[in-house]
């Protein structure tokens, strides 16, 4: 059986240079510092999921992202991995959503377009980290959905998937459709060459709006989340670095007479 | 919605094995903490789902549970999303909690979504802090981009209030030979078919001392350099003992095992007596997990490491010209 798969994206700020980040005092938001947007790390091993099923077993990848305009690059980005087509739903109504808001955008432009067989997400955003969106699009499409996922195999028309645990892993056989959150042990996200990039601009890449979506009003955007943010701020450590200078053997015993003062059983 | 008939504080107690989650037991802690700050009739709820739930009531009262609910089914043996989710949501909109607090454990991560989404209400992920603002309004303190910043998150409108914490940011209580009451609680899960089909569970056995066991853990970065300099750590880590705890680069170069030995945003919270770490350059990552540790004791070669701001003792020197000698000195 073809597989018609929906994969959700999310373009944030470049991880490697979150330490450039600052807040504004005054406004109280924070500040990107011209940082590049990039797809979200898991989300890139969710579209290579999606990809290879494709690959193997035919049939169509296409993904989503709900973000301002100047995201097309990085759909583009995700087109040139490979997905067939791409949609960005992009409109002030869903600005400050949280991830209740999010997921029930990201779900409306789904059903919209779909039906679909499965869905792949990343388990997390490298951003917000929150790690929810996943399980709540399953829950506003009402299909059954798990997250974790370390290894998934397609076999009889069931996904054959291992989910992490904290001592080890549970094995589901899941039947489609339904909505996986992947981790990044996974697989590893194929690059992109110039041939693949080239072909991106080439494949349909429509922008939806709130009125092109079956969205209910009161679930989006800032207006329809029901968590609103407060306050922004740097976490601040109390302590005083004392600059431990000396011969190695000196800063040795001071690490033994600390390890004694901290009462750690030697 | 009228949040007026929303009161209580609910924790759900994650059965794991044989025992509650030290996650959950935290939450329950936590949650004795946000009803002394009340100060009124507010009581701790805990909700405990399985098959043979009754052999945890004693100790979640020992812990600082109030009222214990129970639902106790076959059904429930295993752990999946769709029926525990269900359970959680049906328990929830019976017993109306103001907030509803659930561990971040693999589990509860895919759960407490779960059950958001049903109830459609918030939910603020990871939280470092849970305070009362003096309005009496309740905050939830989230990170984002890996803990570089800290942001307040509210709840206005909707109940209940739900926020997952990850192991090791609370702290558990302990009230020996307190009772409370208990109750069992049950809804319909005949409407669930086999969409989703438990074939497995795995079990690894730990390698090691689990971290929130290890009053001095020994923390390792990219900076260690290989995988036998990192059995020197491992050494010392015996030694005093305690476990290695690692960053994200340190666990991708292979030099130590487990994903839950590491430190930080995207694993564990530790809060050991003594934290002594080397190579650590001290991204947002990593601080947001040790910044609680009791003492710590940064050794890097590059004396503008971040790792210095959350340090009591900074060394700038080459790790391998020390540990080895502090591992001589407590071997005599």
Redesign the interface.
Known sequence: MALNIAVCVKPV?D?KH??K?T?DPVTKT?NRCGIPMVISDLDKHALEAALSLRDKFLGKVTVFTMAPETTKENLLEALGMGADEAFLLSDRAFAGA???AT?HTLAAAIKKTGPYDLVITGN?S???????????I???LKL?????VISLEYKDEVL?LN?????????????LP?VIGVTRKVNKPRFINVMGMMKAKTKPLTILKAEDLPVDKD?IGLSG???????????Q?G???????GT??E??????L??RK????? | MNISEYKNILVYAEVKGDRIAENSLELIGEACRLKEHKGDDTKVYTAVLGNGTDRFIEQLYEHGADVVVSFNDEKLAQYRSDLYGEALTKLAEKYKPEIFLIGCTYQGAELAPTVAARLKTGLAAHCTELKFHSDGRFIQVVPAFGGKVLGDILTPAHRPQMATVKAGICVKQRFEGKKGSSESFSCDLSGFGDQIKVVSVVKEKAKGKPLHESECIIGGGFGVGSKENWAILEEFATIVNGATGCTRPALDEGWTTGEQTMIGTSGVAVRPKMYINVGISGAAHHTCGMKDAGFVISINKDANAEIFKYSDIKIVADWKTIIPLVIERLRK
């Open positions: 700020p991880s979150f330490d980040i807040i924070w949280d991830t209740l997921s997390e490298d951003d917000g980290s929150t790690g929810q969106v996943s399980a709540q399953g829950e506003w059954p959905h798990i997250m974790n054959h989910s992490i645990t904290e001592d080890g892993s549970i094995g589901y056989e899941l039947k339904a679930h989340s029901p968590t609103q943010p407060g306050d922004i701020y740097s976490p450590s302590r005083k670095a004392e600059y431990l200078e190695p053997e800063i040795a015993q001071r690490i033994v600390e390890l901290a009462g750690i059983t030697l």
